[in-house]
């Protein structure tokens, strides 16, 4: 239901734009996360926004930049990388949740999310 596209490889300071589409029945009621985990290393909430209202929530590491959006009309959300860093590389995986919507409380757990995609590598060098 979750489909990630548009990891590759970048040099350091470049950029690059993931992409999820989500062909569930509840994108317009979903909190959409994107997280990401390097080899060796925990799954990390990296940045999600709400369905209403769009406000946005981000990892400090990747605060300003990264942007996350979403185009309902198009069920997809978006995650644009700024100034890569080779710490940024990882597998992302886009997820989804409708557990918070109407809470004051934001998702970052991994356990938070019930939906995920397939993942897309993103590989900076230095």
């Known amino acids: 239901q979750l489909q990630a596209s548009g990891g590759g490889l970048v040099q350091a300071g470049g950029s690059l734009q993931l992409s999820c589409k989500y062909s569930g029945r509840t994108f317009m009621d979903s909190t959409m996360g994107w997280f990401r985990q390097a080899p060796g290393k925990e799954r990390e909430f990296v940045a999600g926004?709400?369905?209403?209202?769009?406000?946005?929530n981000y990892a400090r590491s990747v605060k300003g930049r990264f942007t996350i959006s979403r185009y309902n009309a198009e069920n997809a959300v978006y995650l644009q990388m700024n100034d890569l860093k080779p710490e940024d590389t990882a597998v992302y995986y886009c997820?989804?949740?409708?557990?918070?919507?109407?809470?004051?409380?934001?998702?970052?757990?991994?356990?938070?999310?019930?939906?995920w995609g397939q993942g897309t590598q993103v590989t900076v060098s230095s």
């Open positions: 926004i709400r369905p209403v209202g769009r406000s946005t």
């Open positions: 997820a989804a949740t409708t557990n918070y919507e109407h809470t004051s409380y934001f998702p970052r757990s991994r356990s938070d999310y019930e939906d």
